[in-house]
C-alpha cells in the first residue's frame, strides 16, 4: 500500500485496527509511566517501583521524560497525521528504552519483573514494523 493512501484496503483493516490499538496501548502505559516518574515524590514511586529510591532523582525524572515522550511520539503524530513517520521513530525508541529496561531488571536480579517489557517491546516492534513497512500514515496535505 503506497503512504499516499489515507485507509487502508479492506483485507488490511483488522491489521489497522490493531496497530491503532498497539499504539493506544503504548501510549497509555508510557505516558501513564512517564507521568508518574516525572511528578510523583519519589519516595511514594518507591514504594511502587523500588529501584526508583535507589537512584537518583534526575535520573528517575529524566527517564520519567523519556517515557513520556514516547508515549506521546507513538500516537499522536500518527492520530494527527503531523509527520507520522514520527511515530515509527518513537516506536522503535520504545523498544530500544524496553531493551534496556530488560537488560537493568536482570543485571539487578529482578528478572521476575520483566514480563512487561517484553510485552511492551513486541508492541513496540510490531508498531515500528506496521507503521513503518506495512500500513503507514500518510501525512496530511497542506
Known sequence: MSTATAQAAPRER???VSLWI???LLFCVFASSGLAK???PIPQ???MMPWTGQHSEAFVRVIGLIDLAGGIGVLVPALTRIMPRLTVLAALG???LQ???I???VSRGEAELTPLNFILLALSVFVVWGRGRK???APRRS
Open 103 to 105: 537488560v537493568f531488571h
Open 135 to 137: 500500513i503507514p500514515v
Open 14 to 16: 483488522p491489521l489497522c
Open 38 to 40: 516525572l511528578f510523583m
Open 45 to 47: 514511586l518507591a514504594a
Open 22 to 24: 498497539a499504539q493506544a
Open 99 to 101: 531493551v534496556f529496561a
Open 94 to 96: 520504545c523498544s530500544v
